[in-house]
Structures are given as structure tokens and as C-alpha cells.
């Protein structure tokens, strides 16, 4: 048993190689190295932070592109909420902490703050919180869809009269696709012979979450909650 984990360890370490080699894997290769059950269970939980760490696009049989992970990983980008989510704010701030700043330089800084913004909503995306404030909106905007706008990001052009009753139904059908799916990882054993599975439905209920384009406002309401939740949990941990 001992041998196969160690030759497990070794495939896993030669197909995150390969991956960084040519910047992407295929689920095939993913399913063949972790279709046995072998090893810990947090091997596929270790690989997928391995794929975010170095970036590596993971693509399915019709090369269509199912994840672009982030360089940076979730925990560093929900590090730095405490400080500012406004990516704006941030931006200004940078700005005045840097003197005779060039414009290649403000260019750099700009692409940082992009990058911060799009790792923090990817993280929001997979948070239980954000599933549960879509199931409220879904019923808000089907009685008033011209409430749409308070919660997602469209500009006036998508929300034309005319196209307000299909960006309705747009909205609506991706919210319940992202409900299906969120009672598929709920009813899978949690044997770690499902843990491929169960991280291909996150991974496409974490894009579904981010297409829907919640408001800014909507995010800075998940973030305050979740750092509500870490200084409880922290508060809990101390008085033991």
C-alpha cells in the first residue's frame, strides 16, 4: 500500500511538471492519476492548490477552457480584504504611496488592482454565502425585474426595456443552475473517491456565480459577513 501512495505522489509530481511545462492540463489526465483510491484524502484538495498556485489552465476533452486558475490563491487575495475592497480606493492609494510614479509604473499598479478584484470574486464565488443571497434574489427579481440592476452589473444598454424580459430569464435559469448544482455536491458521498467529481461541480458553479456579475455592493455584503464568521471562529478558538 505504502508503494502505490509513493507512486501516486510520484504521477501527481509529473503531472503538475507537465502542466507547468505547457500551462495546461486535460481532466483525461487528471481523472487516470486520481481514478484509484489511493493515498490521503487531501491529494486532490493539494493538487488543485498546486494548479492555482502555478496558474495552470485545466481543459476538457473538446479543449474548451473550463478553469483559468489565479496566481495568486484564495487565502492571500481574503488576506487583504481587512484593508480595502475597493479596487478604486486601492488604486488612489497606491498612487499616493508612490512618488513621481511613471506611467509604465501606474500601468503595473492598475493590473495589480485588476487582478486583486478578479481573485476576489473568484473566491466570493465559492462561498456558501453567495449561493444563499442568489436564492433571495431569484424570487426579488422575478416579481420586479427592474430591481435586476440593484443587484448585477449590467450597464443601461443590457437593461434596455426591450431586453429587460431576456436578461430576466438569462439571470434566472443560470440561478437555478447554480442551485442544481449546489444539491449535486451536497449529495455526493464524501468518500474521497468523489472528490474529482465534486471539484468539477464547484469549479463550474464558481464560473456560473462569477458570469452572473453581482454588484460591488453585494460583494462588500458577503466579505463583512465572512469576516464576521473568521473573528467568531477566532474569538472560539481563544477560549479554549
Not at 487516470?32 to 483510491?37: G, K, L, M, S
Request: charged share 35%; net charge negative.
Amino acid at each position: 500500500m505504502a508503494s502505490d501512495e509513493k507512486y501516486q505522489k510520484e504521477e501527481i509530481s509529473q503531472l503538475i511538471s507537465k502542466g507547468k511545462r505547457q500551462g495546461f492540463l486535460s481532466w483525461e489526465e487528471i481523472d487516470q492519476t486520481f481514478a484509484e483510491e489511493v493515498g490521503p484524502e487531501d491529494d486532490f484538495d493539494n493538487f488543485l492548490s498546486s494548479m492555482d498556485s502555478y496558474g495552470i489552465k485545466i481543459l476538457d476533452s473538446q479543449q474548451r477552457e473550463i478553469l483559468a486558475f489565479s496566481h495568486k490563491k484564495n487565502a492571500a487575495c481574503l488576506h487583504g480584504l481587512e484593508r480595502t475592497t475597493d479596487p478604486v480606493k486601492l488604486y488612489l492609494r497606491e498612487m499616493g504611496n508612490i512618488p513621481l510614479l511613471t506611467r509604465e509604473g501606474e500601468i503595473s499598479i492598475a493590473r495589480e488592482i485588476e487582478r486583486g478584484e478578479k481573485a476576489i470574486i473568484k473566491t466570493l464565488s465559492k462561498t456558501r454565502l453567495v449561493l444563499n443571497y442568489l436564492i433571495e434574489i431569484e424570487q426579488r427579481i422575478a416579481d420586479y425585474p427592474e430591481t435586476i440592476q440593484k443587484y448585477f452589473d449590467f450597464n443601461d444598454e443590457e437593461l434596455a426595456e426591450d431586453k429587460l424580459p431576456e436578461k430576466q430569464k438569462e439571470l434566472i435559469d443560470k440561478i437555478n443552475i447554480v442551485k442544481d448544482l449546489s444539491r449535486e455536491v451536497d449529495n455526493l458521498p464524501k468518500s474521497k473517491k468523489y472528490n474529482l467529481a465534486r471539484g468539477r461541480i464547484i469549479i463550474r458553479l464558481s464560473q456560473l456565480i462569477r458570469e452572473l456579475n453581482l454588484q460591488p455592493s453585494l460583494r462588500e455584503v458577503v466579505i463583512e459577513q465572512l469576516k464576521d464568521r473568521l473573528r467568531e471562529m477566532n474569538e472560539l478558538e481563544y477560549r479554549r
